[in-house]
């Protein structure tokens, strides 16, 4: 077991919390829910364990899983989605969910459908933030019609919020629903996905294209991913069936994306 923290801050605070996940470089679960806890300063410990390991970590037998130390409440909240409720009610003073009760319906139909959602896409290209694949690469319909999905999400997100956010008088900091929340940390590694491989981006919007550009930019994102790199060079951290998938395909090249790379939206 090892235990890594990837923004060090003290421990301070009511509420500490323990989760328990895989490396976050390939769990998209685990890596849900790691950027509300970075960005809002909630202190927490991160265990990671292999996949082997879930039963013996987890009473689910799955990850992440959300102990609250402090106070101590007993209690092991598995699934992502449960896991960001219990912190949204935990911490109200933080956006996690839009306080506009529109709005809040919006994030909440949107974090779902990416939730139980995309199981194409998914299973077409497996989650890995490191991974560069190039060429032809084997797309279903199917998944392409999910990742054409996910840009229409992303496009109405920004423009509804937009709309409502002017009309309310209120701030909007460009993340899908105003504030970084729990919608856009669920989105997070679907964004990789596009990145990792090279997903078209021909009809995404002007909005949605805005939206891709705030998050590679954002400085608690900026900082996740240094730390997904940091797990890139450790040998310990490799789950060899989410690793070159394509492996013996002479059709695609595999490469490894490095910390200088930059957004373009093209």
Not at 109 to 134: D, I, V, W
Not at 206 to 214: H, R, S, T
Request: with cysteine; charged share 25%; net charge neutral.
């Amino acid at each position: 077991m090892t235990e890594t923290n990837p923004v060090a801050f003290i421990l301070t605070g009511e509420h500490i919390y323990q989760l328990i996940g895989v490396q976050t470089r390939y769990s998209s679960w685990t890596a849900r829910v790691v950027p509300l806890l970075e960005r809002y300063k909630l202190p927490y410990k991160l265990t990671t364990i292999k996949l082997s390991e879930t039963k013996k970590y987890s009473n689910s037998g799955f990850v992440p899983v959300l102990v609250p130390l402090s106070p101590k409440l007993d209690i092991q909240i598995h699934d992502s989605l449960a896991i960001s409720e219990f912190l949204a009610e935990s911490h109200p003073e933080f956006p996690l969910w839009p306080k506009d009760r529109v709005l809040r319906a919006l994030a909440r139909s949107a974090a779902a459908e990416m939730h139980s959602g995309f199981q194409e896409l998914r299973s077409n290209c497996p989650s890995h933030f490191l991974a560069k694949y190039t060429g032809n690469i084997p797309l279903t319909d199917k998944a392409k019609q999910e990742a054409e999905r996910v840009l229409i999400i992303w496009d109405q997100a920004r423009t509804k919020t937009a709309e409502r956010l002017k009309k309310l008088g209120e701030e909007d900091e460009g993340y899908l629903f105003g504030k970084f929340g729990i919608a856009d940390s669920f989105f997070w590694p679907v964004l990789w996905r596009f990145r990792s491989y090279g997903l078209p981006l021909a009809t995404a919007t002007p909005e949605a294209l805005a939206w891709m550009k705030k998050m590679w930019n954002d400085p608690t994102l900026k900082l996740l991913g240094k730390d997904y790199l940091k797990q890139g060079e450790d040998p310990e951290t490799v789950i060899p069936q989410y690793d070159n998938i394509f492996k013996g395909n002479p059709d695609i090249k595999y490469e490894l994306f490095d910390e200088n790379w930059e957004f373009t939206g093209a």
